[in-house]
């Protein structure tokens, strides 16, 4: 099986609304747990969220403290956010995806992320996750299966 980029928001995903009170907040067990099925489907971490305005290059001493403790949780598991995706202002975030696609061509794609109103058109690719818990076991499962049903079209 070959690398896919995995497209992922931080809010709703590495944290839950429950830690929003307070900005750029990790939720270290859905992380390390994120983290864990990263490495587990062999993905490429790539950036959507607003965290990517702090995300210069990874491992770049000039990212900011928020990147660098995600950064460290991530290298934890073997894993490093390849890049991120460009701001296209006003546009919706699965725009900015296919930009991202359009200069980085190759390699197949999925997408988690916790908030289907940033998005004017959803496709199959798209796995969504309820904010409130955070990325959690059902999800996994529910990634998995996404993961397995694009090797099967690409078999």
Partial sequence: MAKRYCFFNVDGLLNRTSDWNKPFTINYGLANFFCFFLSEHDLI???TSSWRFGFNRAGDRSNAPYIKELEAIFD?????ICDKTPFLKGR???KEIERFLYFHRGKDYIVIDGDPGEYDRINDR????DPKSGFTEADARKADKLLKKLDRLSA
Avoid at 126 to 129: L, S
């Fill in 45 to 47: 971490p790539i950036l």
């Fill in 76 to 80: 934890s598991y073997g894993l490093m």
């Fill in 92 to 94: 919706p975030r699965n």
């Fill in 126 to 129: 798209v796995c969504f996750i």
